[in-house]
C-alpha cells in the first residue's frame, strides 16, 4: 500500500502550483473530460494538465474513471477526500479575500 503525502505538504505544493487551482475548481464545476479541461483553460497544454491530473489522483483529490468504450473515454471526479480538501481551500480563498478587503 502506498502512503499518503503529509497533507501539508500537498496543500503547499497545490497551491503553489496556479494549473492544479484551476483543474481541481473546474473539476468542482463540472467539467470532467481531459480534453474539455485542456480547452477550458486558456495556456494549458496537454503534458501540464497530465501531470497536474496524475499528481491530484496520486495525492487522492481525483478518481480516475476509464469507461471501457471505442474510442476510449476518462473522466476524473473528486473523492470523498478532495471534496474536503477542496473546502479546505475554499477557506484559505475566503481568508485571502478577507484581507485584502473584498
Known sequence: MTSRPR???MVEEVIGC???LTVL???RQGVRRPGALEHAV???SAKVLNERLKKLTRYGVLQRISYP???P???YSL???GERFAGILDQIR???DELNGE
Open 7 to 9: 497533507v501539508a505538504a
Open 18 to 20: 496556479k494549473w492544479s
Open 25 to 27: 475548481s473546474l473539476v
Open 42 to 44: 486558456p495556456g494549458l
Open 69 to 71: 468504450e471505442i474510442p
Open 73 to 75: 473515454r476518462v473522466e
Open 79 to 81: 473523492t470523498p477526500f
Open 94 to 96: 475566503r481568508l485571502e
